[in-house]
């Protein structure tokens, strides 16, 4: 039945700002609705951001509100902290890693390599992609293989995870 991810919507309190903000990242404007609401191609005809002008942006934060994901390639992703840098725009801290490179969270036979930053509006947004690994000791070769990402293994929590935690249970810099 459900073959993908058609739309997702954010708040923006102002929309021609925010389009110019997301076309810069490199999604393609298709049309706007009385100046209010415009839609943006994440991928042509496979999948579209909705934003939304109002002025109920300042709402607090939480992923499941405000929050958005893009697929990237791996080589994209090692260049996505001097990448938007270049366009003026600045990666955030993100599960006690400092916004310098990207890096690897790892999940149970598959590992997410990952940098987030903000809009505009301090809407989440992440550039991501996906790593089929079979098992840990694979994990942590493919993060020290990716110069610039560091590597989260699986069952590390956000509130107690450390670069020196990691390195620690790898015995190595696993490209930190």
């Avoid at 393609?28 to 496979?46: N, P, R, T, Y």
């Amino acid at each position: 039945m459900i073959i993908g991810l058609y739309e997702a919507h954010l708040p923006v309190s102002n929309l021609k700002k925010s389009i110019e903000f997301y076309t810069d990242l490199g999604l393609d404007f298709d049309h706007s609705v009385e100046d209010k609401i415009a839609f943006l191609w994440i991928e042509k005809d496979k999948s579209w951001l909705g934003l939304w002008e109002t002025d109920k942006v300042e709402i607090e934060y939480h992923p499941s509100i405000r929050h958005i994901a893009f697929q990237v390639s791996l080589e994209g992703l090692k260049n996505s902290v001097s990448w938007l840098k270049h366009k003026g725009y600045e990666p955030r801290e993100a599960f006690g890693f400092e916004p310098i490179e990207s890096f690897v969270m790892a999940h149970n036979g598959y590992a997410h390599a990952k940098i987030h930053f903000n809009d505009p509006d301090g809407n989440s947004l992440e550039f991501i992609c996906l790593g089929n690994i079979r098992s840990s000791r694979t994990i942590s070769r493919y993060a020290a293989r990716c110069v610039g990402i560091a590597f989260i293994p699986s069952g590390f929590h956000p509130q107690t995870m450390n670069k020196s935690k990691v390195q620690k249970f790898y015995g190595m810099k696993t490209g930190i």
